[in-house]
Nanobody
Framework: VRLVESGGGLVQTGASLRLSCVAS????????LGWFRQAPGKEREFVAT????????DYAESVKGRFTISRDNAKNTVYLQMNSLKPEDTAIYYC?????????????????WGQGTQVTVSS
């Protein structure tokens, strides 16, 4: 599975962005998916996850109520809608896929990673 993220950019506090991650490979529709982020000098952290059928989602406490993960299996795409962005959301955002249908919050449980897209939120 190859994953390619897009949609990052430079925005002001309070703005919105929607990240997309397009996957190639026939296993996408059977994969649990996740979004992670890594800020400069920090470890990669969990943001959101979604199950294969889209019925189960989970979020980091820091983004609950502001971010929404969704997927379109017909388009092999997973999205991360980010609203009310804050400077502390600044990071490189990565999408990830795993060889199981359930979502997961640990980076170690994912098998495939994209190259990342930069999100910068100015104050």
């Amino acid at each position: 599975v190859r994953l390619v993220e897009s949609g990052g950019g430079l925005v002001q506090t309070g703005a919105s962005l929607r990240l997309s991650c397009v996957a190639s490979g026939r296993t996408f529709n059977w994969s649990g998916l996740g979004w992670f982020r890594q800020a400069p000098g920090k470890e990669r952290e969990f943001v959101a996850t979604i199950s294969q059928n889209g019925l189960y989602t989970d979020y980091a406490e820091s983004v609950k109520g502001r971010f929404t993960i969704s997927r379109d299996n017909a388009k092999n795409t997973v999205y991360l809608q980010m609203n009310s962005l804050k400077p502390e959301d600044t990071a490189i955002y990565y999408c990830a896929a795993r060889n199981l249908r359930w979502g997961a919050s640990s980076a170690n449980e994912y098998d495939y990673w994209g190259q990342g897209t930069q999100v910068t939120v100015s104050s």
